[in-house]
């Protein structure tokens, strides 16, 4: 199988078909040239085969002679040969990935330009200031990307070349200055790099091919793929492409276009353009950009051309594309197109909006189904519109474009490192630059919020914070950033003071202004409420809830019941703790039962109004499950306070019980079920409140639904000796009652043994409910606590896991263990609820494996609810 296609190659299926092959990019570069016909200029893809070959034995075998091929037929197609001294081919090399990765990988432009074939250059387009741009251009991004020359190095010499110019453009440099530019470059190149910049095209063609095969394992790259949950083993694929040249005049541009607006989700086409530049002038915000009005009134005709290949990309692909086109002395190319990132809100409205059907360029609609629509929308974007707003609002200090909306609040940081470290130490940051760079990734990643004093709508850092969610302000040109703080006219601001941002209107306000919770817009609404109905019957969702007010909420969100109640959160209130530590402390059964029904009666009130909140819902109430030593002070805390000032008789009582219940690894200590084993009249008590409660809201007219939950079993023995507690209870509860309510018994799938032996287990039981953060812990031999500061950073960079097994469940081998549960448990019961209760409960990809292995339920945080609701719809769209 051949490792480079040409963008022409006759495939057996649309190139769109083959992006794990050849790239999203060069997946697409080959649809618009073969299927739509669109003016694309001719390259070819270096696959990704190519690229994972590379990085398990070296350059590949064989290469060398099909880039050689590729090379020459391009020179037949476009009448010159690369590096030409008298008339030179140039080319592009972009990475591709499978998945968009935005400026996370490697580009270089201009290549094949040396010391002769920039005079060709010069020759054949009569303007030297344009070659000579062009090579300065091509040296320093070569001498970066491919020799690892620090940026800084190039940066300086043209900032100085400004200066004496008296201008701030690049555009305004004339001839002479570039040409000495480019002398200077390649000197700097020798002088940092040990080697001289390479005359020979074939040599740089080399160079630049692999280092965007290394730049897949690039330090930003990694980062965002951990990050974007992107696998490790994908490679990139690498596109040669002709180069075309937005820089050649006045009658040249370039752009970035999307065929709706990605921040809103209106249908109206927008972008940003700059007349006589290259690409990466738009993306970098290196100069205010105009937009795509500006464009139709400067290049009429070829705007009219530009929109109406938006039409045909929406009717093709049948959604919101993102484009990069140049315009060569009045003639328009198209570089890439794909799907675009966009706004949550963006995403809701233009899901719904094709539903309802779009006009193509024939004149007849397309539609996409409410199932496609439901597909299109992420939990990023939930997120997103749910993030708070402004509930107050000062004069803003200054105004920019709001380039990704919602609010944030946060000290200021002017470097990627501080802001991460800021973050690392609990500080809400706002991440402030003139411009983000892919090397920004990891304080960007951190941040509450962005601001750039430069770029537009689709610079770095507008386009990442939109796909991540992140509020930001782009372009805000009034802020003149010096060192370690910024001044907006006679206002300073300075590192680790607090700004509120807005990044719906732009604005930058001074201080913390108070935030609300957003309004979500009615698609949101529209596109739940097409959810909920494809997963009727087949997936509920549920909340973990310990409080009424958390019920509330979790209701309010579309939660069909509580599927966890962690009733130990109720004895750390501060008016239960006391009683708590009382219980532990009696010396003798009346002290204790006394407590115990102290503590019943405040139980019986908490379980009340959670019952109260979920009326007619099911509520699943997990017994104690941690272990008595967290209601007691520390043993170092008690033996700091002895050694200062001496214990009073109640310490000195709590200091013996905190050393009696002290265990070396409490995770797998006496805890859960083994807890109701030492202290029956613990779990009895709290079934008594727990039907007391449901008791008072019968009589009240109302329809509690109770389940009681043991926890931590993993012996057939354990379960059904616990069980026999709970049915005495409820059996006295219920006693003389004509028509009595259903109350199932369950327990918590948590410890690898239990999955196993979920057969046995299963013989006592109406409900498993899988506790996938214990059971990843317990399989992994990992302490949650400890791993994910210190092991977990590591083990995902250097590839040795896939995933963070705490955040999704998929391919961790943890999911494996909840399959064998459900199906060994099903086995014997086949009647038997499944659900899950761990955090895994609102990921969606550890959602579509609950669904693969026949979940009933899940259940997660009241607030990733919503999220649940469209992961569970989707998979069951994807799945059956």
Not at 128 to 136: I, K, L, T, V
Not at 761 to 778: K, R
Not at 791 to 800: F, I, K, T
Request: one cysteine or more.
């Amino acid at each position: 199988m051949p490792y480079v296609y040409a963008f022409d190659h006759s495939h057996r299926k649309p190139p769109m078909s083959y992006k794990d092959l050849l790239g999203g990019k060069g997946a697409n570069l080959a649809e618009m040239t073969t299927v739509l016909g669109l003016p694309v200029p001719p390259g070819f893809t270096v696959s990704t085969d190519a690229c994972r070959a590379y990085m398990h034995d070296g350059w590949p075998a064989g290469l060398d002679d099909e880039i050689t091929r590729h090379v020459r037929k391009l020179e037949r197609t476009m009448g010159r040969r690369l590096g030409d001294a008298a008339d030179p081919l140039l080319v592009s090399v972009r990475s591709g990935a499978k998945f968009s990765m935005p400026g996370m990988m490697d580009t270089v432009l201009n290549l094949g330009l040396n010391d002769q074939s920039v005079k060709g250059l010069a020759a054949v387009t009569g303007d030297e200031r344009f070659a000579y741009d062009s090579y300065r251009r091509f040296i320093a991004m070569y001498g970066r990307i491919v020799m690892g020359v620090e940026g800084e190095v190039f940066e300086a010499p043209l900032d100085a070349a400004k200066e004496a110019a008296g201008t701030s453009n690049d555009a305004d440099l004339d001839a002479a200055t570039l040409k000495k530019l480019a002398a200077k470059y390649l000197s700097a190149v020798k002088r940092h790099a040990g080697v001289a910049f390479p005359q020979d095209p074939r040599e740089q063609l080399n160079g630049a091919i692999e280092a965007v095969f290394r730049s897949w394992n690039g330090a930003r790259a990694v980062a965002y793929r951990v990050r974007e949950k992107i696998s490790h083993d994908l490679g990139t694929a690498v596109n040669v492409q002709t180069m075309v040249f937005g820089n050649r005049d006045d009658t040249s541009g370039t752009g970035v276009g999307f065929t709706r607006n990605a921040a809103t989700g209106d249908n109206r086409p927008y972008g940003d353009f700059l007349v006589n530049a290259q690409g990466e002038d738009v993306v970098a915000g290196i100069r205010n950009t105009q937009t795509l009005d500006d464009m139709a009134q400067i290049f009429p005709s070829i705007h009219a051309e530009l929109l109406n290949i938006f039409v045909r990309l929406e009717e093709h692909y049948h959604d919101m594309c993102d484009t990069e086109f140049t315009i060569e002395q009045g003639r328009l190319w198209m570089l890439q197109t794909r799907v675009g990132k966009r706004t949550g809100a963006a995403a809701l409205k233009m899901a719904v909006d094709m539903t309802k059907g779009t006009k193509g360029s024939r004149g007849s609609k397309w539609t996409i189904s409410r199932e496609e629509a439901v597909m299109r929308v992420t939990a990023d974007h939930l997120d997103s519109v749910l993030h708070p707003q402004f509930r107050t609002r000062t004069a803003a200090i200054a105004k920019g474009l709001g380039a990704s909306p919602g609010a944030a609040v946060g000290r200021v940081y002017f470097t990627a490192d501080e802001a991460e470290s800021a973050a690392r130490h609990g500080e809400a940051v706002v991440l402030v630059r003139n411009e983000t760079s892919p090397e920004d990734v990891h304080g960007m990643m951190v941040a509450e919020g962005i601001l750039t004093a430069r770029g537009g709508l689709v610079s770095h850092a507008a386009v990442v914070a939109r796909g991540w969610g992140t509020p930001a302000v782009v372009g805000a040109d009034a802020v003149r950033i010096d060192g370690r703080e910024f001044r907006v006219g006679s206002t300073v601001v300075r590192q680790g003071d607090v700004i509120s941002l807005d990044g719906t209107t732009g604005e930058v306000m001074l201080g913390a202004l108070e935030l609300s919770a957003a309004e979500p817009p009615a698609e949101y609404h529209t596109i739940l409420s097409w959810a909920d109905r494809i997963r009727k019957g087949k997936m509920a969702v549920r909340a973990n809830a310990d409080t009424g007010a958390d019920a509330t909420v979790a209701r309010s969100n579309g939660a069909e019941g509580i599927g966890l109640c962690r009733t130990e959160h109720m004895f750390l209130a501060p008016d239960r703790l006391p009683i708590v530590r009382e219980m532990i402390l009696a010396d003798t059964p009346r002290k204790e039962a006394a407590a115990l029904e102290k503590l019943r009666a405040a139980q019986q009130a908490d379980f009340e109004d959670i019952l109260l909140a979920m009326d007619g819902l099911p509520v699943t109430v997990r017994l104690l499950d941690p272990p008595l030593h967290e209601f007691l002070p520390s043993v170092e805390e008690l033996k700091v306070k002895q050694a200062r000032r001496g214990l009073s008789a109640r310490d000195t009582k709590l200091l013996a019980a905190a050393e009696s219940w002290a265990e070396h690894n409490p995770m797998i200590g006496t805890r859960g079920v083994r807890l109701g084993v030492i202290k029956p009249g613990l779990y009895a008590m709290q079934v008594r409140a727990l039907l007391d409660a449901a008791a008072m809201l019968r009589d009240a007219g109302k329809n509690p639904i109770v389940e009681i939950m043991i926890p931590l079993t993993v012996t057939r023995e354990e379960l059904a000796l616990a069980r026999s507690w709970v049915q005495e209870e409820i059996d006295r509860a219920l006693a003389g009652m004509r028509r009595k309510p259903k109350i199932t018994i369950g327990t918590m799938i948590e410890t690898p043994r239990a999955a196993v032996r979920a057969d046995e287990i299963a013989e006592v039981a109406d409900f498993f409910s899988f506790g996938t953060n214990d059971l990843t812990q317990l399989t992994f031999g990992f302490s949650r606590d400890d791993v994910e500061s210190r092991m977990m950073p590591a083990y995902l960079e250097q590839g040795l896991l896939k995933r963070n097994p705490f955040d999704t469940i998929d391919q961790s081998g943890v999911g494996d263990l909840v399959a064998l549960g459900a199906e060994r448990g099903r086995a014997t019961r086949a009647d038997l609820k499944l659900g899950v209760c761990g955090e895994h409960g609102g990921d969606p990809e550890s959602i579509d494996l609950f669904r693969r292995v026949g979940l009933d339920y899940v259940s997660c945080s009241p607030f990733r609810v919503p999220i649940a609701r469209l992961a569970a719809a989707q998979a069951i769209i994807t799945n059956g």
